[in-house]
């Protein structure tokens, strides 16, 4: 069992990283569209928004992929991840966004588990 326990935290990263490095990789190549959706939904400064949202989802969805910097990184993505909850999914009357701002506050939470214990033996992180 204990060998297969080498592999969760890897699998756990692959999960998550699957989630944010094709959504930051779409706002890049949809760069406007992702403007224009984030200034309807009121945020400021929408296009310096999006850069974040990106620099997050891709960069730091990468990093935590391979498992470099994964503490610095799966706390960047976990604040991302609050504050798209609250700025996108705070309507609790619709049904769909209050399932949308728990399953943000789940995948936060999550990822807090990898600031606290790292990444794991397979990764860059714990290279020897």
């Not at 989802?57 to 993505?77: M, N, P």
């Amino acid at each position: 069992m204990s060998e297969l326990l080498r592999f969760a935290p890897l699998v756990g990263r692959i999960l998550i990283a699957l989630l944010f490095v094709p959504a930051g990789f779409q706002k890049l190549t949809g760069f406007q569209g992702s403007v224009e959706y984030a200034a309807s939904a009121g945020m400021p400064v929408p296009a310096l928004a999006i850069a974040a949202a990106i620099a997050i989802e891709l960069g730091c969805g990468l990093l935590l992929l391979v498992g470099y910097k994964t503490r610095w990184a799966a706390a960047a993505i976990a604040l991302f991840c609050v504050a798209s909850a609250v700025f996108f999914h705070f309507n609790f009357a619709e049904d769909m966004q209050r399932i949308m701002f728990m399953k943000n506050l789940a995948i936060a939470g999550g990822l807090l588990a990898f600031v606290h214990f790292g990444a794991g033996p397979l990764s860059i992180d714990n290279r020897k």
